[in-house]
């Protein structure tokens, strides 16, 4: 196999040499090279899958598989690229990949390229969670709060969640708090709750001191202290180094899993039980649901039409959105590449940070959040634009702009064979975090001024009734003056991503 690295890549004639001759890393490295250094559309490009698929059947077929399942993931403008992303994937996933287990579940979950299953995503990830994967464990709490699939329970999900705190997962701890904090599938017990939260904010999970301080108050949780040293000392006497990449042969995965959650078992709280098959379960108890209850439209406008829902997401959600993202955010002008009119318009007057969710990046959140979306507008999900987050800090702001698509734009888009998805018919904001001051959603033009309560959605749309350019829904975020804006967004396209006109 060729060696390269970053200072001294292989010349493109020595690799296609190699490539030739059979080498599947050459294979890989070449088509890699093609497809990111030449425009979809070209013949290189092509070329570059070319090289990936004849890799795909070789000695290194696995990684070529996801590189292929990656590829047509994140290219949805290619006739047929679902379908071909679900093959690849599926394959890479049945040869025990990880990471193309993980998106393989996600194309379940948002039906792309598949009918839309919430019970095959929720298998997909029990098998990641199962060999020890924090991350998936964490999903499949998530997905059994959703009560998408057969038998899955609010019990389930804090039994998910409590597997994922023995693999060591701050989040975990944090999504296991709020349920002792609030009786959700598990008995109510703030002490534990409490030091659950904190322990989440110990490894630095967004939201946890907050939701400690207001869900768990240390004046009504007297053992909080005592429980998190305790949790303290059983985390850091968990073994969790047993599961390290190339420390252990995938066949006894399972084994360090259940060991794992026997470590955590045994931190004593009587809510947590080893069962019969050595697994970590939460015995069932409390009788609150952590599933969404969005509150129906309020209806504050007519021109333009602008409605709120009050509860849209919950905090888990919220919180998990903005730890997620946090890290990544961006000025407008490095994740606006787009040669559109609207993207100058973002990177004109918006003044925050932001990034867009990309394809490789989507998780269970949030193709929940765009299942709600759909069911809540009528609107299909697939016509949902990739979601982003955004973020004002004190004194940034959304200066006054329009969403939609002029229809110059709009023609220029449909001449240049680029329209896809068409207009930007509405937009949807969900208020992530609440500034203490400023940052209303204002639409000038009808004297419409939204304060955000956190959770809520926020629907204006941006063309009339008609399907018109609606200069009426001109609007603005207003300049925060203390504390942190965070909105989750996305647009109402006209019709699916995937299809031009
Ligand atoms: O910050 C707001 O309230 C408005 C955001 C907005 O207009 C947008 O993201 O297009
Ligand atoms: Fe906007």
Redesign the pocket.
């Known amino acids: 196999m060729m060696q390269s690295d970053a200072t001294h890549p292989p010349a493109l004639a020595q690799l296609e040499h190699a490539a030739r001759g059979g080498d599947d890393g050459a294979r890989i490295e070449l088509g890699n090279r093609l497809l990111s250094s030449h425009p979809y559309g070209s013949d290189e490009h092509e070329q570059g899958l070319e090289w990936l698929k004849q890799a795909a059947e070789g000695a290194r077929g696995v990684q070529a598989q996801w590189f292929l399942g990656a590829y047509f993931a994140q290219v949805p403008v290619r006739p047929d690229a679902r379908v071909h992303a679900l093959y690849w994937l599926g394959r890479a996933a049945s040869a025990g990949m990880p990471a193309a287990v993980d998106r393989l579940a996600d194309l379940h979950l948002a039906g792309l390229g598949v009918e839309r299953s919430p019970a095959r995503a929720l298998e997909l990830q029990q098998q990641l969670a199962d060999i020890g994967f924090a991350r998936a464990a964490w999903e499949v709490g998530y997905l059994h709060t959703q009560e998408l699939a057969a038998g899955s329970s609010q019990n389930l999900a804090a039994t998910a969640f409590a597997r994922a705190c023995a693999l060591g997962y701050p989040q975990a701890y944090y999504s296991l708090g709020l349920r002792f904090a609030l009786g959700a599938g598990v008995a109510r017990d703030l002490s534990f709750a409490r030091a659950l939260l904190d322990r989440a904010a110990d490894g630095k999970f967004a939201g946890a001191r907050e939701a400690a301080e207001t869900l768990a108050p240390l004046a009504a949780a007297p053992q909080a202290t005592d429980w998190h040293s305790r949790l303290k000392q059983n985390m850091d006497a968990a073994p969790l180094e047993r599961l390290a990449p190339g420390r252990i042969r995938p066949e006894e995965r399972p084994l360090a899993v259940r060991e794992l959650e026997a470590h955590f078992a045994s931190v004593g709280h009587p809510a947590l039980q080893v069962d019969a098959g050595g697994r970590l379960s939460c015995v069932a108890g409390g009788g609150a649901s952590l599933k969404a209850a969005p509150g129906d439209w309020q209806w504050l406008g007519k021109g333009p039409r602008v409605a709120t829902s009050d509860a849209f997401a919950t905090r888990e959600e919220c919180d998990h959105l903005v730890h997620k993202m946090g890290e990544s955010l961006r000025r407008a002008s490095d994740y606006r590449r787009g040669r559109r009119a609207n993207d100058d318009a ?1 990177v004109q007057y ?1 003044s ?1 940070s ?1 990034q867009p969710v990309g394809a490789l990046a989507t998780d269970s959140v949030v193709r929940v959040m765009e299942e709600r979306v759909a069911r809540m507008t009528g609107w299909p999900a697939d016509a949902l634009e990739p979601c ?1 987050v ?1 973020r ?1 800090e004190p004194g940034e ?2 200066q006054p ?1 329009v ?1 939609y698509f002029t229809t110059e734009q709009m023609e220029q888009d449909r001449l240049d064979g680029r329209d896809y998805g068409g207009q930007r018919v509405a ?1 949807f ?1 969900v ?1 992530l975090r609440v500034p203490e001051a400023g ?4 639409y000038e033009q009808a004297g419409i001024s ?1 304060a ?1 309560q956190p959770g809520m959605g ?1 629907l204006h749309y941006n063309v009339t009734p008609e399907g018109e350019p609606d200069g009426l829904s001109l ?4 300049k925060v003056q203390r504390g942190e ?1 965070w ?1 989750w ?1 996305s ?1 109402l396209r006209e019709h699916p991503l995937h299809r031009a006109r």
């Not at 940052?439 to 204002?442: D, H, I, Q």
């Open positions: 973002e918006f925050g932001g982003s955004i004002y702001e959304y702009h969403d937009t904001l208020y940052g209303e959603t204002v939204v955000g926020v609007h603005s975020g207003r804006k909105l967004r647009t």
